[in-house]
């Protein structure tokens, strides 16, 4: 588990995150042609990230950067919303009915798989980020070497989605725009990370962890 607590530690990683955010670009990489990174955060602090990330954002905007804020929990309930209301309607039916059963999980194991099979993959929600990121970028102008993109909300995607497999999917389709995915979860060993802080640590991750 992580011991980083906010203030001191939270506020270090956006500290070291600013930093590197510089004059002549993003040094947020560790890996050639992986523009990534995360800042994890605890979930109970959701709302102090949030002040941290829009200070930081107007830092950037003052010093010439373009932000760009991808709301993935508003990415979600667009598809969910683009689904027939008839089915949306039988997949709540089914969870409740479900939940009644022996096992009282059942239902929203059933409603996991239902709405993991509409965002996974490469034509899941990956296709809608990387649609926003290049949205971004046209309407900034400023090319992908002053653009940021934060991933945020990231919370609306459990236990439906690992984000590790959200950001494999990215892998060269953002115009290597860095972006900065704000991760709710905990820190263990070896950088392994706990999304929410309730599933198993997860080592799939190739992008460098701000802590």
Not at 115 to 121: K, M, P, R
Not at 136 to 152: D, K
Not at 185 to 209: E, K, W
Request: proline fraction near 6%.
């Amino acid at each position: 588990m992580s011991t980083f607590q906010y203030p001191q530690a939270f506020r270090s990683a956006v500290h070291s995150l600013r930093q590197d955010l510089a004059e002549d670009g993003a040094h947020i990489s560790v890996v050639r042609n992986y523009n990534f990174a995360i800042l994890p955060y605890p979930p109970e602090e959701e709302f102090k990230l949030r002040q941290e990330i829009d200070r930081l954002g107007r830092e950037l905007v003052d010093r010439g950067w373009a932000i760009g804020a991808i709301q993935l929990h508003k990415l979600l309930l667009a598809r969910l919303e683009s689904l027939e209301p008839d089915f949306i309607q039988s997949m709540i039916d089914r969870e409740k009915r479900l939940s009644k059963a022996a096992d009282p999980w059942r239902g929203l194991r059933a409603l996991k798989e239902k709405v993991a099979n509409l965002i996974e993959g490469e034509t899941g929600l990956a296709q809608d980020v990387i649609r926003e990121v290049r949205r971004y970028l046209e309407e900034s102008g400023r090319g992908p070497e002053r653009t940021v993109i934060f991933l945020q909300r990231a919370g609306a995607l459990y236990p439906f989605l690992r984000t590790s497999g959200l950001l494999k999917h990215l892998t060269g389709r953002t115009e290597n725009a860095p972006v900065i995915l704000l991760y709710p979860g905990t820190v263990g060993a070896d950088n392994a990370l706990s999304f929410m802080g309730v599933l198993p640590p997860d080592h799939d991750y190739r992008c460098r962890i701000y802590r």
